[in-house]
């Protein structure tokens, strides 16, 4: 834990990536500003560095005049306003998440923001639980919605449920492959696969890895997906398409991020602790772990170019 | 730009306009004779040949008063240096950086000179605010009491004293409300009547509610109709139980009525609370609906949410808006912080 002597040097240390909890029903640009805010109250409650002083020569010009040094009231912080503002802080989003969505987000603060910018571009893997709810569908796929349709589930058990949820995760791998142009059963295809991952090369297209179920109770099921790419209202559909597949109607009920890359939910502060002191020591947690994989920032896998 | 650097003087939005500089300047005592005695603002001292006695030649005169012209600033700090009013208002602990954010206020404020515009004023007002170290803050959020009158300021004083206030009394409510001395005795007055028509007061309420929260009196009236519809209507409270959570808290009626109804429909709807409990407690209504629901969802997972004090188990519903997360969860969740910290990365 850095010891902090005045604000000047706290304000040097925080250059980085920050690893917060976003709660649900709070817009992203809110989280944003909050921590902000935070920061700034912090660093202005700090000890301020000593006033300027200034030279002042007065007296009369025909005659000698006298130099004095006096207080200059200009650089006082009831004249000149606090020291830290809104606009010394620069902030960006490694990955967006929507209003209703909660769960890891990563946000860069000052020079962290080229970090949040390489994350962006080299498409790590986020991990989301996606908690849905069987006997009724709505226009928005999400709870929020107007119910368009309500329907019976007594029918669905696990096995059926994970039965569907395989064969969605093998359609997406196919398409996967699809998508790259390769013949599925020749040489370059297995080489491929043998890379790793086949990360799409832009930002446009969601890809799917895996989808699992892990926890069912009707009517209410939580799959685990992992993905690169997605939106929350792609997650939304894909539970509504459950729901359709599995002769039922179903809408999501929440969307939580619990991993992006290496980074889970332990690292991540929660709200109550968006103060500067959790924020500096997450940021050097933050940092540690992108020294400590390195390729983090720069994957080599192959790349998706449809 | 790197931590410990002071502001630039020129960060903020705010563009104070100066169309005339010679009137702030009458109280800038360096500035003062420099200013009047060129009358063309674009004559630069050491240029204006018309006078001789200026000339940089004549080596003999005294020149000390002749200085350049103030250019535009961004903000009020430009001036500080170079003017005695502004320096003792810092002094005074008042915030400069707050007034300039209201350019129309910051204007007025330049104008006013120490000795003549605001000494008597400041004499008055430590007369009738509680604490001393309170008239700095008292004059950054209403630096335009300088504007008043002093003989209005005493009249508005002895209105209240008319109404039977207690000299106590009176300073609460001008260290409260520091807004309240710029209104009119009419339309205090006026106000008065309407708070005491529309939830039905006697005198001595009337006087307990302008005490206990004064900012109710000069405070939008359309506002506190609109919140009292929300509490009766919408909410459910009768005429009476309006009364008494207007006493108690009336710090309700000046909040958005929006989330204030979003509060009132998770205690009531979703935890179970009735009127009663809520008129008891009715502080439970100031706390942040996420707070509250956070804890109870908390309670809910551990089956703790009981808050029927007939029962065992029971939770007082204080405990969801009090407190440190840690005394919660020593107290009632029975359980350690870093459980009920999961928990709530779990949301």
């Known amino acids: ?306 | 730009m790197s931590g410990g650097l002071p502001k630039s003087m020129f960060r903020r939005n705010t563009w104070i306009t100066y169309k005339c500089l010679y009137q702030y300047c009458r109280n800038m005592s360096v500035a003062t004779s420099g200013v009047v005695k060129y009358e063309d603002p674009g004559l630069h001292p050491s240029t204006g040949h018309e006078d001789p006695g200026i000339r940089p030649s004549s080596g003999n005169k005294d020149l000390s008063s002749v200085t350049p012209h103030f250019p535009n600033a961004f903000n009020i700090a430009a001036y500080v240096n170079s003017s005695e009013t502004l320096k003792k208002l810092i002094d005074l602990n008042v915030d400069l950086s707050k007034i300039e954010k209201k350019p129309y206020v910051a204007v007025k404020l330049l104008k006013l000179d120490f000795e003549k515009d605001m000494k008597e004023h400041i004499i008055f007002l430590l007369d009738h605010i509680t604490d001393p170290n309170l008239l700095g803050p008292f004059i950054t959020k209403n630096p335009l009491i300088f504007n008043e009158s002093i003989i209005d300021l005493e009249v508005r004083v002895n209105y209240l004293v008319s109404k039977r206030f207690s000299k106590n009394q009176i300073n609460q409510i001008v260290t409260k409300n520091p807004y309240w001395l710029n209104f009119s005795t009419m339309r205090i007055d006026r106000r008065l009547g309407f708070h005491q028509d529309h939830f039905k007061l006697t005198g001595d309420e009337v006087r307990q509610l302008t005490v206990t929260q004064p900012k109710i009196i000069t405070y939008n009236l359309q506002h506190i109709k609109t919140n009292s519809f929300a509490i009766r209507e919408e909410m459910g409270f009768d005429d009476k139980e309006i009364k008494a959570l207007l006493l108690k808290k009336p710090k309700l009626w000046l909040m958005n009525q929006i989330s204030l109804l979003h509060r009132f429909n998770l205690i009531h709807n979703e935890l179970g609370i009735s009127h009663k409990t809520i008129l008891q407690y009715p502080q439970i209504l100031e706390c942040r609906k996420f707070r509250i629901k956070q804890r109870h969802s908390f309670l809910e997972k551990l089956g703790r949410a009981q808050y029927d004090p007939t029962k065992e188990n029971f939770v007082p519903i204080m405990a969801l808006a009090e407190g440190t997360d840690t005394d919660f969860c020593k107290k009632y969740a029975k359980c350690s912080v870093s459980d009920y910290n999961l928990f709530l990365k779990t949301l």
């Not at chain 1, 013949?183 to 043998?194: I, N």
Request: aromatic residues 8%.
């Open chain 1, 1 to 306: 834990m850095v010891k902090l002597r005045d604000a000047a040097q706290a304000y040097k240390a925080l250059n980085g990536l920050i690893c917060v909890y976003k709660p649900p029903c709070v817009p992203l640009r809110r989280v944003q500003h909050t921590v902000i805010t935070n920061l700034c109250r912090d660093l202005n409650a700090l000890p301020d560095r000593l006033l300027e002083s200034r030279v002042e020569i007065v007296g009369a010009t025909n005659e000698p005049m006298s130099v004095r040094l006096v207080q200059n009231y200009a650089d006082h912080r009831l004249a000149s306003g606090p020291r830290y503002l809104h606009e010394d802080f620069r902030c960006s989003w490694a990955a967006h998440l929507g209003l209703f969505s909660s769960g890891v987000l990563l946000l860069g603060i000052n020079d962290g923001t080229r970090l949040t910018y390489k994350i962006n571009t080299s498409r790590l893997i986020r991990a989301y639980k996606i908690h849905g709810q069987l006997g009724k569908a709505t226009d928005t796929y999400f709870w929020n919605g107007k119910t368009i349709e309500r329907a019976t589930y007594n029918h669905i058990t696990r096995e059926k449920i994970d039965s569907v949820v395989a064969h969605m995760q093998a359609a997406h791998q196919k398409t996967m492959y699809e998508l790259s142009g390769v013949h599925m059963e020749s040489e370059t295809a297995y080489e491929l696969a043998s890379r790793g991952v086949i990360r799409p090369s832009n930002g446009k297209l969601p890809v799917l890895y895996g989808i699992k179920c892990v926890h069912f109770q009707p009517p209410n099921f939580t799959l685990e997906v992992q993905a690169i790419n997605e939106y929350d209202r792609y997650l939304w559909t894909l539970v509504h398409d459950l729901g359709v597949q599995l002769k039922t109607a179903a809408h999501c009920a929440g969307v939580q991020c619990v991993r992006h890359g290496k980074f889970h939910t332990d690292l991540a502060l929660l709200r109550k602790h968006w103060t500067l002191e959790h924020l500096l020591e997450n940021m050097q947690q933050c940092q540690e772990l992108l020294d400590d994989n390195q390729r983090l920032l720069r994957p080599e896998t192959a790349m998706l170019t449809a």
